[in-house]
C-alpha cells in the first residue's frame, strides 16, 4: 500500500509558477513510477507528466512540454512538478499517482492516487 499526499496547489496569475509535491507514505517509493495528471471542471482526467524510478526517464504531456519539469528526491521519498509559464487552462486539481515499474501515461494504469491539490491561474 503506498500514501500519496499532494501538496503546494494555491492561486498564481497567468505567467507564473507553482511547484507541487508528492510525498509518499512508504519505504522503497524509488521502485515506482509516479505521474501527475489533472482534472478540471467537466473534464476527463488528463495526463501531465511521469518520471520513472531513478528519475533517468521523463514524458511530457504536449500541453506542457518545455514548461513543466518532473523530478524525485529518491532519499526524500519526493516527486516534484516544477510548473513555469502557467496558463489559465492548466486551471485544475492536480493529482500524482504511482505504479510498479512501467511508465505509463493512462490514468487507470496507476494504481495508487493522492487526493489532489488545486491549481487555479488567473488571466
Known amino acids: 500500500q503506498v500514501q500519496l499526499v499532494e501538496s503546494g496547489g494555491g492561486l498564481v496569475q497567468a505567467g507564473g509558477s507553482l511547484t507541487l509535491s508528492c510525498a509518499a507514505s512508504?519505504?522503497?517509493?524509488?521502485?515506482?513510477?509516479v505521474g501527475w495528471f489533472r482534472q478540471a471542471p467537466g473534464k476527463e482526467r488528463e495526463f501531465v507528466a511521469n518520471?520513472?524510478?531513478?528519475?533517468?526517464?521523463?514524458d511530457f504531456a504536449n500541453a506542457v512540454k518545455g514548461r513543466f519539469t518532473i523530478s524525485r528526491d529518491k532519499a526524500k521519498e519526493m516527486v516534484y512538478l516544477q510548473m513555469n509559464s502557467l496558463k489559465p487552462e492548466d486551471t485544475a486539481i492536480y493529482y500524482c499517482?504511482?505504479?510498479?515499474?512501467?511508465?505509463?501515461?493512462?490514468?487507470?494504469?496507476?494504481?495508487?492516487w493522492g487526493q489532489g491539490t488545486q491549481v487555479t491561474v488567473s488571466s
Open positions: 518520471i520513472n524510478w531513478n528519475g533517468g526517464a521523463t
Open positions: 499517482a504511482a505504479r510498479l515499474y512501467r511508465s505509463a501515461t493512462v490514468a487507470a494504469e496507476y494504481l495508487y
Open positions: 512508504r519505504r522503497y517509493f524509488s521502485d515506482y513510477v
